[in-house]
């Protein structure tokens, strides 16, 4: 599949970003705990980010994004837990779509957005506002 088919496929626009994400996942009855990555790119319904690892297709993802505290505006009123006092958190779960392996045994994984609470789906929209979508 080509790029331009995979931009065809998407539901909402991608911002081209790298940002640091901890994610967990169920494999074989063991949870792996907090394996750290980054982002290829993100959208409202979806991501696709860098991993050491293989995920199979259908992998839930739970995972928090960390957004720059710059690019981020909370909701009015709303508590806020900060990584520290340059970043903010997004927790999401996610599902992988795709996952392919480059030259290097990096894996490159495609995920859906499947559930994100409130306060932070509007954190991430509001995120993504502030920035020039492809």
Not at 55 to 81: C, S
Not at 105 to 124: A, F, N, T, W, Y
């Amino acid at each position: 599949m080509t790029a331009k088919s995979f931009a065809e496929n998407r539901c909402y626009p991608r911002l081209l970003i790298n940002l640091t994400l901890n994610y967990k996942y169920l494999e074989y009855g063991n949870l792996y705990h907090a394996l750290e990555s980054r982002t290829l790119n993100l959208s409202a319904c979806g991501l696709a980010m860098y991993t050491d690892r293989i995920l199979p297709k259908d992998q839930h993802i739970l995972m928090t994004l960390f957004l720059p505290r710059e690019n981020v505006v909370a909701n009015p009123g709303e508590k806020t837990k900060k990584t520290d006092d340059n970043y903010l958190s997004v927790m999401l779960l996610s599902s992988v779509v795709w996952c392919h392996q480059d030259e290097n045994d990096e894996c490159h994984v495609g995920l859906k957005i499947m559930q994100v609470e409130p306060e932070h789906k509007k954190r991430l929209q509001l995120f993504l506002a502030s920035h020039k979508l492809d």
